[in-house]
Each structure stands twice: as structure tokens, then as C-alpha cells.
């Protein structure tokens, strides 16, 4: 392979930034605003705030109706598994599965975006802090090794994380969802606020509370606040919701100390054994199949729990003839995803006489209670535990489907007023890491760029199966205490790991680099000036969505970096 560098002065740095996601783009703030001239590599096209094309668009305005043709559904096949592909006003947020194929020893739905801000334009926005009831799970009941730190050591940045992204939600005074830094939270509606009096009334264990969210109730920092038009998915131009293109990118091109590329794919840390330290890293052009090298002091790899670690694996040499950092031989392993899609909806009679404005962003939130190490809430079939996301709404104007045998102007003013109530919850509960949960490179199948494609071999396992019982149970027994009729549980055996969206731990932090990949500050073992600090770091994965540790733990990582870039140490 003809490598050019076009000139080495040009193509150095002092750090390198792979990915422009939430990680990333955390990545790039700290480390510009700290002084250091950074380079962001990012595999897809360019995305400015704003550059939303579908934002403004009304559904009668797409060629499809917002049905997508027969023929991206087939580029996109497994990205449609999501069922945001089969829209077209964000499907073009997801990869062609032609273009970039992945294998399967068993199921596994990995979504992903190519392009500048990834999925942070995508996210739900779900916002919660892992407590020391997270952080020392693995040492307690012996699943996976020990989290380096504890609450204490990241609450810190927790705060830093909360203060700019800005994260709308109320203080409970929890144990297990530690108090953060909030936004005013988004109002519930009078059936939610009934059922949290009813639920908590019925339960002592239990709260119904606001969810909290990266989403912003009141302008913030430049940012506006939300119009509530519910086009998320579409990409926020307000900036309401936090993504890097809105927030931290912005911040770091501020600084003058960023330098973006798009079309950038990283195929490799080039690995200096002289120093053992990451020189740089190589890249292939995405649009003229270019092959480049650029170099830096320190590499951040932010490009997602599988790139990052597909880049890690792909970096071979003498030393590490297994992927760069694989001494304990757990790099791809410990793969995790939220168990999800079980849970319990009703109707409820009352209330006919009140309605809501807008079309809130958020729900509400049931945090954790089981296996709290209270000695009350332990389960004697299953370890950890789940939260519940979820709300209440009128039924609108399509229940007139199953009014077919009504027509005219009866039918007509009927459809005008608002239907019933009818609440909802669904659950989300934790994957316990299993080393033979794992993925991996396959050299025999490659992208469009001839790069190794990745093969998953994951699965839910028995403790999982067994959580979701309960799952679906809980949530039946709350709405029923909250009053609602007709409640019916739901349970999809389908859900593979994935659809969740929050793949985590294949390069796995610990205290011994024998059983670990990354130390306590998000360092490669063996190379400590390449920090991991996307979902790959994950050492458990919590029953909470997980973006904003991630955010947290990029900002202290960077942050260390600076300081022992300083100490000559890296």
C-alpha cells in the first residue's frame, strides 16, 4: 500500500480525535479548550447545525409520503430492524448495509451513522448517572472484574458534563440514580402525575419521577429551547437537543485548535515499539480510496463501542500481534446491549376533561428497586436490575380505522375530539458481561473499501431471561395500583442485543492489565497515550442509558491527558 503523508509537518498534531460522535466531540472540546491543536477524523460526510435536510419538512412534502422505496429498503436491511430506516426523513442518518455489512454468529442489530456529529443526532437522549451501586456490582456478585473507580472519582465530571450539555430533570435524592446538575424537568401530565401518587402510594420502594434528559426545557448557552414540534429524529436546527454539531464541536472550532476532516476512515494506530506509544494513525480517504498517515502525541478513539474496538484489533504488529493493547486477550469481548421491549400498557377512565399543549420530548421515569443490597429488594433468580421508561396520552384520530362502518358528519366530530387515556411503560434492563459475548474481525468479508468486516456472536443469557419476567410483571401490578384497565404485558422474543443502541464494553477498563484492556483514566494498558472513552471502556453497562458517562468520562481522560502531556509522562 502507497502511504502518502504530504508533508509530515503538515499531517502532525498534538492529538488525534477519531470520531466526531458524543464521545468525540466531548474529546475535541476539552482538548482544543485546553490548548492542544487537535485533529478530528471522522469516517463520514460533513454535517453543519442546521444541515438538516428533513427538519422542516411536512409528510405530504416527501416523494414517499415518508415511506421509503423498495430499493433503499434493501441497501438498508438491517438497519431498518430499528424502524427508523423506513422513514424517509431519517433514514438518510443510517449507514447502506450494502456499502458496510457486518455477519452474525447470532443476531445482533448494529445501528450506526456516518457522518459528522454520528449518533448524537439520533440519540433519545435519556440522560442518567451510574452510582456506586453500578460501579461496584462486578466486584459484589462476581460477574465481570472490577470497575478502577467509584462514584466519587467521576462525580466531578458528571457535573462538568450536566453544566454544558445542559440535562432536564428533578433531584429524587436516590441511591441508586444519583442527583445531578438540571434544567427545569418537562411538566407530567394529570394521568402521569396521578399514577406516580398511586404507584408510590401502593409501593414504598418505588418512584415515578421525571425522566432526565439532554434536552433543554429553557434556552441554555446559546441554545434554544424546545419548540416541541417532535421531529428529534430529524436533527434539533434550534440546537434543544444536545448534539456535538450543536454544542461541543462548536466549542472547539471556537478555540481556533480544530481541524475536522470528514471522509476520513481510521484503519490503524501506527505503533511505535521503539517508544511504546502510538505515533499516529493511518486512514484511508473515503472518497478517493487514499491512503494517509497523520501523527500526534496522544490518540482519542471515540468512534463507537465496535469501530473503536475493529480499529484496536485491526492494529497489529510484533508486540501486539493480536490488536494493539490485547495482552489480556479480552479486546472484543464482554459485549453488551440493554435488554429491552417488555413492559405493560392500559387505558384509563377519567380525565376527559383535561388535555396538554405540545408534544412533550421526553417521558416519564420508574428508577431502579430491585437488588439494591437493602437485604428488601433481592431477587433470589436474577442479579442487577432495570428501570422503566415510559408516559400517558390521549388516543388521537387514527382510532377511526376501526370505525369503518361509520361515516359522515358523526364519524367527523367524533374524530376531532381527543380519545382516551391510555399509559405505557417499558423496560430496560442490565446485560451482564459475559467474556464469551464478543466481536470480532472477518477478514474474508470486506467493506466497500476492502477493509475486515465485523462478526457478532452475542446473546441475552439466563440471568437476562429471567429479569425480564419480573420486567413485565412490575409493570402490569404498577398500572394496575395506578388504576388503569385492561392492562395487558407485552414481551418481544425477537429483541437480539443491539436494538437497543447501547453496545458497550469490548475494550473493558480495570484495575490488572491481565483481565483488562484500559486503566482507571480510559489509557490502553500498554500504550498510554491511546485513550479509549466511547462505549468500549463500559465495565458493566447499568440499567441506564449511557451517553452521558460516556461524556463524563471523556472529559476526565482528557484531562489527564493534558496533565501528563504536561509531566512529559505520555
Same mark, same amino acid.
Given at each position: ?294 501523527? @500526534? ?263 489527564? @491527558? ?9
Amino acid at each position: 500500500m502507497n502511504v502518502s503523508t504530504k508533508g509530515t509537518a503538515s499531517h502532525t498534531y498534538d492529538a488525534i480525535v477519531v470520531g466526531s460522535g458524543i464521545s468525540g466531540g466531548w474529546a475535541a472540546k476539552e482538548l482544543t479548550e485546553k490548548g492542544l491543536n487537535t485533529l478530528v477524523l471522522e469516517r463520514g460526510r460533513d454535517v453543519k447545525h442546521g444541515d438538516y435536510p428533513t427538519a422542516m419538512m411536512e409528510k405530504w412534502e416527501f416523494p414517499g409520503r415518508n415511506t421509503i422505496s423498495q430499493e433503499s429498503r434493501e441497501r438498508q436491511a438491517k438497519q431498518s430492524r430499528t424502524g427508523y430506516t423506513t422513514r424517509e426523513a431519517t433514514a438518510h442518518w443510517f449507514v447502506d448495509d450494502i456499502d458496510n455489512p457486518y455477519s452474525e454468529d447470532k443476531a445482533f442489530d448494529w445501528c450506526r451513522g456516518y457522518h459528522v456529529g454520528g449518533r448524537s443526532l439520533m440519540w433519545g437522549r435519556q440522560s442518567y448517572r451510574l452510582g456506586d451501586l453500578d460501579f461496584e456490582a462486578n466486584a459484589k456478585d462476581g460477574f465481570g472484574v472490577d470497575w478502577p473507580l467509584r462514584y466519587a472519582e467521576i462525580k466531578p465530571w458528571y457535573d462538568h458534563a450536566e453544566r454544558f450539555a445542559g440535562i432536564s430533570g428533578q433531584n429524587e435524592g436516590l441511591y441508586q440514580l444519583p442527583d445531578g446538575d438540571f434544567l427545569p424537568p418537562f411538566e407530567m401530565n394529570c394521568l402521569e402525575k396521578h399514577a406516580k401518587q398511586r404507584i408510590e402510594k401502593k409501593f414504598g420502594d418505588r418512584k415515578l419521577i421525571h425522566a432526565r434528559v439532554a434536552h433543554l426545557s429553557q434556552a441554555h448557552l446559546g441554545r434554544g429551547g424546545c419548540h416541541f414540534r417532535n421531529r428529534c429524529s430529524r436533527g434539533c436546527p434550534y440546537g434543544a437537543y444536545f448534539s456535538s454539531n450543536a454544542s461541543t464541536l462548536p466549542a472547539a472550532a471556537a478555540t481556533g485548535r480544530m481541524t475536522l476532516r470528514p471522509f476520513s476512515i481510521v484503519t490503524e494506530l501506527i505503533y511505535d515499539q521503539e517508544t511504546s506509544r502510538a505515533k499516529g494513525v493511518r486512514i484511508l480517504d473515503a472518497e478517493t480510496g487514499e491512503a494517509m498517515e497523520y501523527y @500526534a502525541k496522544v490518540v482519542f478513539l471515540c468512534a463507537s463501542a465496535i469501530a473503536s474496538t475493529s480499529i484496536l484489533l485491526n492494529s497489529k504488529s510484533d508486540r501486539f500481534p493480536t490488536g494493539l493493547g490485547n495482552d489480556s486477550g479480552e479486546l472484543g469481548h464482554n459485549l453488551m446491549d440493554h435488554h429491552f421491549k417488555v413492559g405493560a400498557s392500559g387505558r384509563y377512565d377519567g380525565f376527559e376533561d383535561m388535555y396538554y399543549k405540545g408534544r412533550r420530548p421526553t417521558s416519564t421515569y420508574i428508577p431502579r428497586f430491585r437488588n439494591l443490597g437493602d437485604g428488601l429488594s433481592d431477587q433470589k433468580d436474577y442479579v442487577r436490575g432495570f428501570g422503566y421508561q415510559g408516559g400517558a396520552s390521549r388516543t388521537n384520530w387514527t382510532r377511526g380505522v376501526a370505525e369503518l362502518a361509520r361515516f359522515g358528519a358523526d364519524l367527523k366530530a367524533d374524530m376531532f375530539a381527543p380519545g382516551g387515556w391510555r399509559m405505557g411503560y417499558g423496560s430496560w434492563g442490565e446485560h451482564l458481561p459475559y467474556h464469551e459475548n464478543r466481536m470480532y474481525l472477518n477478514y474474508d468479508k470486506t467493506d466497500k473499501w476492502g477493509m475486515p468486516t465485523v462478526t457478532f456472536d452475542c446473546e441475552f443469557k439466563e440471568n437476562e431471561r429471567n429479569m425480564r419476567k419480573d420486567m413485565q410483571a412490575s409493570a402490569i401490578e404498577m398500572l394496575e395500583a395506578a388504576g388503569l384497565k385492561d392492562v395487558t404485558g407485552f414481551d418481544d422474543p425477537t429483541s437480539a442485543p443491539g436494538l437497543c443502541i447501547h453496545e458497550m464494553g469490548t475494550a473493558r477498563m480495570g484495575r490488572d492489565p491481565k483481565t483488562s484492556v484500559l486503566n482507571g483514566h480510559n489509557q490502553v494498558h500498554a500504550v498510554p497515550n491511546v485513550f479509549v472513552t466511547d462505549g468500549s471502556f463500559m465495565t458493566s453497562s447499568s440499567c441506564v442509558n449511557p451517553s452521558l458517562t460516556y461524556m463524563a468520562f471523556t472529559a476526565r481522560a482528557a484531562d489527564h @491527558a493534558v496533565n501528563e502531556l504536561n509531566r512529559h509522562n505520555i
